[in-house]
């Protein structure tokens, strides 16, 4: 039941969002139609970090008691997180190319950026190299601990260095107009929704592995 109204909660928003975002929001008189692509990039990335710090905090409390299921739920968080910051990257040089003219470059937040997916990366290398399923969730979870340090400076990165970044000035007087703000709160709730809702299935589908594997066992 819960899953269902979360479900239906998810598609209303992003049902609303994406109207907002192709129809409803003025265009941006200096950057053009290329600056909405702004209202999925900033999701994108929101997801990347608010994955991240699942994977930290299930990586900790799995250090701590040893139960499986915060391995799962950090596992799976990272598993969408990985997604999301490579969407992340390739929605930003979308924007990047048009705006300053290049694919790439090597500004603050971007950088940061490489270095999380880089850092998930890692995540999931250690864990197929472990010999043992057990030991590779541990170095894992050492590196969802350590790993984590990369947040805030991804956070942080306009505040700290100037760059081609924008500083932020999203809730600031003279930043966005109220109709684009509002468009990209509603896009953030949408794709917040779309990540528990991910979150949801992946725990659903884990646990069902770890089951079947019990039965294979017993089995045996």
Known sequence: ?????????????????????????????????????????????????????????GSILYLIKRQSRWDIIARSSAEIGIVCTTLALVVGSMWAKPIWGVWWTWEARLT???????IYTAYFMVRSFATEESRGARFAAVIGIVGFI??????????????????????????????MLLT????????????????????SMANGEVDIKQLKERVG
Do not use: C
């Open 1 to 57: 039941m819960k899953r269902n109204i979360l479900l239906l909660l998810g598609l209303g928003l992003m049902i609303v969002s994406l109207y907002l975002v192709f129809v409803w929001v003025p265009t941006e008189k200096m950057m053009g139609i290329v600056q909405r692509i702004f209202y999925l990039m900033v999701p994108m990335g929101w997801l990347a970090l608010l994955s991240f710090l699942v994977v930290f905090i």
């Open 184 to 203: 990209l709160m509603v896009s953030i709730a949408a794709f917040t929704a779309l990540f528990f809702i991910l979150l949801a299935l992946r725990l």
């Open 112 to 118: 940061a950026t490489l270095v999380l997916w880089l």
């Open 150 to 179: 990369d947040i805030p400076i991804v956070a942080l990165a306009t505040t700290l260095w100037r760059g081609l970044h924008p500083p932020p000035l999203i809730f600031q007087e003279g930043g966005l107009a109220p109709s």
